[in-house]
């Protein structure tokens, strides 16, 4: 699989938004009839113009957020112009990062289960085009139908450097985005087509070809793994992979050439005349910190609902990735929540800051350490496993039978008979007790109750 | 001229008469010795953006316009659909 | 009575006091726009309900600022219920379902639209020879343009068909046409009247503005339509406008700056009108300087840079799916749309087509951001001259209205015609237009530039400078 590339260009459409990005029309246009939420604005009549949705910007400033992507404290609309039944005005308001333009955010990165860090390229609003209908096929109508009840529902358009290697590689970046942006409460899975995908490919430092139209995860893995077999087979017989624009045949289930991309085409992009340049100042950005989650509030939370202590509680509260973690992780296994919080509050911060490493969004190999915590394995271990799960490697951990009471007093017992000088101190010296309680810990070949084993060593020391 | 003038034309899907190629041809040509002052200008590297106003931003509250009204200026539409031309 | 020899602000008088209701005044004005307009060609529209709703403006005790007054309105400003064609046969059959801001506005105070005027198809042109319904006429010359274009409603004020009128600015098209039928007209500060509904032509350019008669009736329509609009992104709010403060307005000693540069380039019949014009500044007590402004040759340039790359881009909805003439569906869509779009006139489809160059790929860099960053250098000197001297004094038109077809083998001289007025509209700054007097029975204008904002102060020097050269009477057709 080397001399792959592969990068994304990812639609997602702000579920979380009453209106759409440029009038006041309802965004909640699933499932009702054809042309019912719209308005003159959404439908391109002369004379209208672009008014800015608020919650918008705070919602894509969320986002951005999340992806640790940098927001541009000022940044313009461009039209891009092109002729299309579905746009209403023949022209879309987006943003865009050349001719002077700067899009909402630049850089960002999300890094996948085996350490690969996806970078972010930029990420811009825009708004949605309509859709197209047709009574028969495409190839058999007379006509198209049009419905602008999802044109202007906004839209932010997330690009990725061709930083991805595999197809799966791809469909894990779509589900990890999936679950931030759920996070965030833009909840893109419970809508058909709130995520839309297009993906640009190439084979050893090949032509990039472009497949548009896929629709679900699973059907880019499966899309990108047809491209690539095709572009093998294609190089093998020793025919050069054109520059194109291929659609995703999902019931076919191969790409079909849409049109040569033998010149970029002329989208004649300049700055939105409608709409002055957007300024995201201070003040909005730590604004939208706090609607994001008052941190008090999280705080009171977690100690009511689980029985977290409030200084652990506050730890992982204002730090934003723990914070994330912590309730992704918690939403499987409230019963693990204490473990979680302590592991999230103190050891992980631990490693952190003892090396360079950034936090996976991967919550299975926390929950099998949180699990080992629960179970007792010792603070060694227990950083042990937190480590592989921090640099993405497998975290094992087999639950090994708690011993039996009987286990624990021959241990104990052992102790005792082969150190008689330490025995001796233990009344005197208190740091005599914790020598031995550390012998008997390492005599113990698996899970053990920390507490019962002390408790059980200070009764046959007759303390 | 003659190739740029159609290559225009078709950009932004306009169609000319013969009657109206000359003088559309004729008016650019007027119009394209106004720009040529532009060309000598020497200029910086400031954005090309007047900096002049603050945007007006719009709370996300619904509000309905009244949909039959702008229905019925649809020059053509089957069922609520408004009807377009073919895609292929 | 002859109620077009009135002042607009008499008639509003006349209408409060009760000595006319607006249904008769309504009923006079289209009786007279029935005659005279075989002639003039002002209006493509005419409000059929104008009576009607003039009516029910009676019925409520004639209410509102305008009480019932009539009001033609150029058709680039979308009117609810009455047909808007921005002079194009693409919009030939069109009648929005909603109101320009402009037209709330004039409703809410009791305005009543007597109808839509012609105008250049799309506002793209100067001479208002570029309509769709056929040309309009200077009432003061028949054989004569009217200047555009906003041509309609100039030609409409000048021969009494509507004793207010609006019309819209986006290099000149209230200014040239108020120049050549010696009537006055305001362009605002770009973002001081609300351009929602007004149908774009270069948005970042253009503002509707207020027309009329005389100074005090123009700045009376423009303190109804001025204020900032949520609808509009890009409207902003402004002081508020006093017609007390502009009739006391005190002259003397106000500093008048002469861009000699561009005075000197005009015909000789306007240069001699100018030079009146100058006196009469002077007259009034006010300090005139000669100044030059480095760089506004290449205003014009930079303007049609920048007009014509956003028209492109503006004009590309007219496609015939949504309103407007229908287009042939069982074509494929560019088929289908270049089919429809024949009916845009030569004039769009030549600036469609430039602004389809200076946008596209290869040349943007040379054309549209050398236009801005131009644009940008003619903002910061006009402000800086503008700190300096309180107006900038200059002729409107650089030519006398030349006879209707007469220039159509030399279209550069009409699209020069626009150099002295793109400045203001590049700049943002609000500029008026108002008659000199005549030259060989042509109307001569003058135009005035001040500070963003500052139209109380602009009317109050036009007020001053309207008592030395006198109002031009209405033409009796």
Redesign the interface.
């Known amino acids: 699989m080397s001399h792959v590339k592969i990068g994304l260009e990812i639609h997602v459409q702000l579920v979380s ?3 759409k990005l440029f009038c ?4 909640d246009y699933r499932g009702k ?8 604005i959404c ?15 705070e919602e894509a400033i969320k986002v951005a957020k999340a992806l640790s992507a940098n927001i541009s404290n000022i940044s ?1 609309f461009f ?1 891009k ?1 092109y ?3 579905d746009l ?4 879309q308001i987006t943003q865009y990062d050349k ?2 333009g700067i899009p909402f955010a630049t850089g960002g990165y999300l890094k996948l289960s085996n350490g690969r860090k996806v970078r972010i390229r930029r990420i811009q609003l825009e708004e949605d085009p309509g859709r ?2 047709y009574e028969a096929g ?2 058999e ?8 009840n999802r044109h202007g529902i906004a839209l932010i358009e997330i690009v990725t450097e061709p930083d991805i290697r595999e197809p799966r590689e791809a469909r894990e970046f779509l589900e990890k985005l999936s679950g931030i942006l759920e996070e965030l409460g833009v909840p893109v899975g419970e809508y058909e087509g709130a995520i839309r995908c297009d993906a640009n490919i190439s084979l050893m430092e090949g032509a990039r070809v472009e497949v548009k139209n896929i629709t679900g995860f699973s059907a880019v893995e499966k899309a990108l793994s047809y491209e690539i077999t095709r572009q093998r087979n294609l190089i093998k017989r020793g025919i050069k992979v054109e520059r194109e624009t291929r659609h995703w045949d999902e019931r076919r289930r191969i790409t079909t050439s849409l049109r040569k991309k033998e010149m ?1 085409e ?1 989208y ?4 939105e ?7 995201i100042g201070k003040d909005v950005l730590e604004r939208i910190e706090g609607i994001i989650k008052p941190i008090e509030e999280v705080v009171r939370d977690y100690v009511k609902k689980y029985g977290i202590e409030e200084v652990v509680a506050e730890r992982i509260a204002r730090d934003r990735r723990l914070r994330a973690l912590f309730n992704r992780s918690v939403k499987d296994r409230p019963d693990l929540a204490r473990h979680l919080a302590s592991l999230l509050a103190n050891e992980v911060p631990f490693l952190m800051k003892r090396r360079e490493i950034e936090l996976p969004s991967d919550t299975k190999g926390l929950l099998i350490v949180a699990e080992a915590k629960r179970d007792g394995l010792d603070r060694d271990e227990i950083l042990r496993l937190l480590d592989n799960w921090l640099h993405g490697r497998e975290v094992i951990y087999r639950k090994v039978a708690a011993l039996r009471e009987a286990d624990l007093e021959g241990i104990v017992k052992k102790v005792i008979e082969r150190n008689p000088k330490v025995v001796k101190d233990v009344k005197k010296n208190p740091k005599a007790l914790n020598y031995l309680m550390g012998l008997a810990l390492k005599e113990v070949k698996g899970v053990v109750d920390k507490k019962k084993l002390f408790d059980l060593l200070r009764k046959s020391l007759g303390l | 001229m003659k190739g740029e003038l159609e290559y225009l034309a078709d950009l932004v899907l306009l169609e000319l008469t013969r009657e109206e190629r000359r003088e559309v041809a004729k008016r650019l040509k007027a119009l394209k010795s106004i720009l040529k002052k532009l060309e000598s200008v020497e200029v910086g590297e400031e954005p090309p953006f007047l900096p002049t106003l603050r945007l007006k931003l719009r709370k996300d509250e619904p509000r309905a316009f009244n949909v039959e009204e702008l229905l019925s200026i649809v020059p053509k539409v089957k069922g609520r659909y408004v009807k377009g031309p073919k895609t292929i | 009575m002859k109620w077009e020899k009135l002042s607009a602000i008499r008639l509003i008088e006349e209408l409060k006091s009760g000595s006319i209701t607006s249904e008769e005044i309504s009923a006079y004005f289209l009786d007279k726009i029935k005659k005279v307009d075989r002639i003039l060609n002002s209006f493509i529209t005419l409000n059929e309900k104008a009576v009607e709703e003039a009516k029910k403006v009676d019925k409520n005790g004639r209410k509102g600022r305008l009480a019932g007054l009539p009001i033609a309105v150029k058709d680039n400003i979308t009117t609810k219920g009455i047909r808007t064609t921005c002079a194009s046969r693409i919009l030939e059959n069109y009648i929005p379902p909603y109101d320009a801001e402009v037209i709330s506005r004039i409703k809410r105070e009791g305005g009543i639209i007597i109808g839509k005027t012609n105008m250049d198809e799309f506002a793209m042109g100067s001479s208002g020879e570029n309509s769709g319904f056929g040309p309009t006429k200077n009432p003061r010359d028949l054989n004569r343009v009217p200047g555009g274009s906003s041509s309609g409603s100039a030609a409409a004020i000048a021969a009494g068909l509507a004793p207010l009128a609006l019309g819209s600015d986006t290099g000149g098209s209230i200014r040239a046409p108020a120049s050549f039928t010696g009537i006055v007209g305001l362009k605002p500060t770009y973002g001081a009247v609300s351009r929602f509904g007004l149908i774009a032509y270069a948005n970042s350019l253009e503002q509707i503005g207020p027309m009329g008669k005389n100074v005090l009736d123009t700045a009376y329509l423009y303190s109804i339509i001025y204020g900032e609009d949520e609808k509009d992104s890009t409207s902003l709010p402004s002081p508020p406008l006093s017609i007390e403060r502009i009739s006391d307005f005190e002259a003397k000693g106000v500093k008048v700056a002469v861009l000699t540069d561009l005075v000197s380039r005009v015909d000789e019949p306007v240069k001699k009108m100018f030079e009146r014009g100058i006196n009469y500044i002077s007259e009034i007590g006010a300090e005139v300087n000669e100044v030059k402004l480095e760089g506004i040759d290449l205003a014009l340039p930079a303007y049609y840079v920048i007009a014509c790359s956003e028209a492109s881009s503006n004009l590309a909805r007219y496609d015939g799916v949504r309103f407007g003439v229908d287009c042939r569906t069982n074509l494929n869509w560019r088929d289908a749309y270049k089919e429809v779009r024949k009916l845009f006139g030569k004039e769009v489809k030549v600036r469609i087509m430039l602004g389809a160059y200076t946008l596209s790929a290869g040349f943007f860099e040379e054309y549209y951001v050398k236009a801005v960053k131009v644009r940008r250098r003619i903002r910061d000197g006009l402000k800086k001259l503008l700190k300096k001297y309180d107006y900038v004094a200059i002729p409107t038109m650089p030519v006398l209205p030349w006879r209707i077809g007469e220039k159509l083998d030399d279209p550069l001289y009409v699209y020069l015609s626009d150099a002295l007025t793109v400045p203001a509209n590049l700049a943002g700054v609000p500029a008026i237009s108002l008659p000199i007097g005549l030259a060989d029975g042509l109307p001569v204008g003058i135009q005035f530039i001040a500070d963003e904002f500052e139209e109380e102060k602009l009317f109050g020097l036009a007020k001053r400078f309207e008592e030395k050269a006198g109002e031009l009477e209405v033409v009796d057709l």
């Open positions: 938004l009453k209106t006041s029309c309802s965004a009839p054809p042309n019912t939420n719209v308005c003159p439908m391109g009549l002369p004379g209208t113009l672009p008014v800015l949705n608020e919650k918008a910007i313009y039209r112009n002729f299309y039944p209403a005005k023949n022209f001719a002077g197209i209908y495409i190839q109508a007379r006509y198209s139908l049009i419905d602008y970029e002329d004649r992009y300049f700055p005349p409608d709409l002055p340049p957007l300024t």
